[in-house]
């Protein structure tokens, strides 16, 4: 996607329609910097907002992502343009999302051990703060693991391996549901069958 171009686009849209950038971020509920920043190109509007941005503009979602009007002959080649391109800014949002929880996970191990060693050290001395150290130690651990199963069930999908239904869990179930890597025991929303659902990160 060019921002430069979507930006552009907004703002030919909204002058079209006879909006200054203040009366705009009103009616989305949101400062005119916002308005100014997607216009400039330098972000792109929250996808929360997007449906909302392109009735007031009088546009389609897939004109807003093209940055420019489509004609009606072209309108379903451009729009699988964008539904993979969407994919792909999917899987890429969720692959990061994931590589920050093995990150997480790498980092908690050396402090949750600092913590353990040093408060076990200082225990036979200051026991008060041996007591701080070893639950401090045992706090990260769980705060980690906390954030690292939201991330997961968060990121991506499961798949079921017997027929291929890709859904987002409760997170009860992914706390609960013995695991091997990001693949987990669970049971199909759709076929009701349990088995080891893998880890995918697109639909």
């Not at 171009?5 to 509920?29: D, N």
């Not at 050396?110 to 225990?123: K, R």
Request: hydrophobic content about 40%.
């Amino acid at each position: 996607m060019d921002q430069e171009k979507i930006g552009k686009f907004i703002a030919a849209c909204r002058k079209e329609k006879g909006l200054t950038q203040a009366v705009l971020a009103e009616k989305l509920g949101i400062t005119n910097r916002a308005v100014s920043k997607w216009e400039n190109g330098r972000c792109m509007p929250d996808i929360s907002i997007i449906p909302e941005l392109c009735e007031l503009l009088g546009i389609s979602v897939s004109e807003l992502f093209k940055g420019e009007r489509i004609a009606s002959e072209k309108f379903e080649e451009s729009s699988n343009e964008l539904l993979l391109e969407m994919r792909k800014l999917e899987e890429n949002s969720n692959k990061k999302l994931l590589s920050f929880e093995k990150v997480l996970i790498f980092l908690s191990i050396p402090v949750y051990v600092l913590f353990i060693i040093s408060g076990a050290l200082i225990m036979s001395v200051m026991m008060p703060l041996g007591i701080i150290l070893l639950a401090s130690g045992f706090a990260t651990v769980i705060i980690c693991a906390v954030v690292g199963l939201k991330i997961e069930h968060d990121a991506g999908y499961y798949e079921c391996p017997d027929c291929g239904e890709r859904y987002v869990p409760e997170m009860k179930a992914v706390v609960m549901a013995p695991h091997i890597g990001t693949s987990r025991k669970m049971k199909c929303p759709s076929c009701g069958k349990k088995g080891y659902h893998k880890k995918v990160m697109v639909k």
